[in-house]
C-alpha cells in the first residue's frame, strides 16, 4: 500500500533490520504481533500493531502531518490480506527519536480467527445394538 502512494524511487521502504545506509525520504515498517485469545470454543480474537516510521531528508512538520492524514486514509477501515478483511482498530502517531521529530504512525489490526477443527472421523451410518438382561 505505502509502495503505490509514495513509490520508489522518491521513496524508499525499509524493514526494522535495516540500521545504516538508508536514504531518506523512507518509511521504516515492522508488524508487532498481539498475540491471540481464546473467545469462545471456536472463536479466538487476535491482533498486531503496524508501526510505520517516517524519516525526512529535511525535517518539516506539514509534510509529517500530511503523510498522517494520507496513511490513514490509505489504511481506512479495513485492511485486505489475500482473501481476508481485518478491522483496523486504532491510527495514532507520535514523535520519536534524540529530538522528537521523527514520525512514528500505529496502525492496530483487530480480527477474529474461527478455531473449530473439522471432524473428520467417519459417520456411523448403521449401529447393532445387543441387548441382554441379567
Not at 7 to 18: A, D, H, L, V, W
Not at 22 to 43: H, M, Q, W
Not at 78 to 91: M, N, Q
Request: proline share 4%; glycine share 8%.
Amino acid at each position: 500500500m505505502l509502495k503505490g502512494r509514495y513509490p520508489p524511487p522518491q521513496y524508499k521502504i525499509y524493514g526494522k533490520e535495516i540500521k545504516e545506509g538508508y536514504d531518506a525520504p523512507c518509511f521504516f515498517v515492522e508488524i508487532l504481533d498481539g498475540g491471540s485469545r481464546a473467545e469462545t470454543k471456536n472463536f479466538a480474537k487476535g491482533g498486531f500493531t503496524i508501526k510505520i516510521t517516517y524519516f525526512q531528508k529535511k525535517k518539516n512538520e506539514l509534510d509529517q502531518l500530511e503523510k498522517v492524514d494520507e496513511i490513514k486514509d490509505l489504511f481506512g477501515l479495513i485492511f485486505c490480506v489475500g482473501d481476508r478483511k481485518l478491522t483496523v482498530g486504532e491510527f495514532s502517531h507520535d514523535y520519536i527519536g534524540e529530538y522528537q521529530d521523527i514520525l512514528q504512525i500505529s496502525i492496530e489490526i483487530d480480527y477474529k480467527e474461527n478455531t473449530q477443527k473439522e471432524d473428520t472421523a467417519p459417520i456411523a451410518t448403521e449401529a447393532i445394538i445387543d441387548i441382554t438382561q441379567g
